[in-house]
C-alpha cells in the first residue's frame, strides 16, 4: 500500500471513529494524525511537535498532541510502548515495520522487515478478530553492546587470572 492510499484510508478510519462516538471533527486532529503517519518508526509528542514545525503543517499546542495520541490510541490507529523505561508511540494501522530488534542495553532500536514472519501473521487464522495493524518486539544486544560486554567479561577473567 503506498502512503497517499494509507493516508486516505486513516483518515476514514479516524472520521468514523470521532462520528461514531460524538466527537468534534476537527482539522487539528486530522493534521496530527497526517503527521503521525508521515513519519517512520517510534516518535513521541516532543519529536511530532518539531516534524510539524518544520513542515510547517497546521499549529497545534502541545496539550492537542498528548489529548489526541490517547483518543487516538483509542481509536486503534497508534499504539503506546514502552521500550527501556521510555514511552514512546507508533502508528497501528497496517503496520508495514512490525519487527523490531529491541537493545535492552543502550536501548537502540532497528527495524527489519522478514517477509516469512510477516506473511504468516498476516495469514494467521483470527478467530473473531479484524487486526488493524501488529508490532513484534525482539529483546537483546546490539554488537556494539554484546563488545562491550564481552569486554567487560574477559576484563574480569583476566582479573581473577593474576
Ligand atoms: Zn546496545
Known amino acids: 500500500m503506498d502512503r ?6 486513516v483518515r476514514q478510519a479516524l ?7 460524538g466527537y468534534r471533527s476537527t ?16 516518535f513521541n509528542p516532543e519529536k511530532l ?5 518544520a513542515r510547517k503543517t ?16 483509542d481509536a486503534g490507529l497508534v499504539r503506546k510502548l514502552m521500550l527501556n523505561g521510555e514511552s514512546g508511540y507508533e502508528k497501528l494501522w497496517h503496520n508495514q515495520f512490525g519487527i523490531r530488534l529491541v537493545c535492552t542495553s543502550c536501548g537502540k ?28 518486539n525482539l529483546y537483546g544486544l546490539c554488537s556494539k553492546c554484546q563488545a562491550a560486554f564481552k569486554r567487560k567479561q574477559k576484563k574480569l577473567l583476566d582479573k581473577t587470572q593474576k
Open 4 to 9: 497517499a492510499e494509507e493516508l486516505r484510508q
Open 15 to 21: 472520521s468514523d471513529y470521532l462520528h461514531i462516538h
Open 27 to 42: 482539522p487539528e486532529r486530522f493534521a496530527l494524525l497526517e503527521a503521525i503517519y508521515m513519519t517512520d518508526g517510534i
Open 49 to 53: 511537535l518539531a516534524d510539524m514545525e
Open 58 to 73: 497546521l499549529r497545534v499546542c502541545r496539550a492537542t498532541v498528548y489529548n489526541n495520541l490517547g483518543l487516538f490510541e
Open 109 to 136: 532500536v532497528t527495524e527489519c522487515g522478514d517477509e516469512k514472519v510477516r506473511h504468516q501473521i498476516e495469514d494467521m487464522k483470527k478467530k473473531r478478530f479484524t487486526m488493524t495493524g501488529w508490532s513484534l
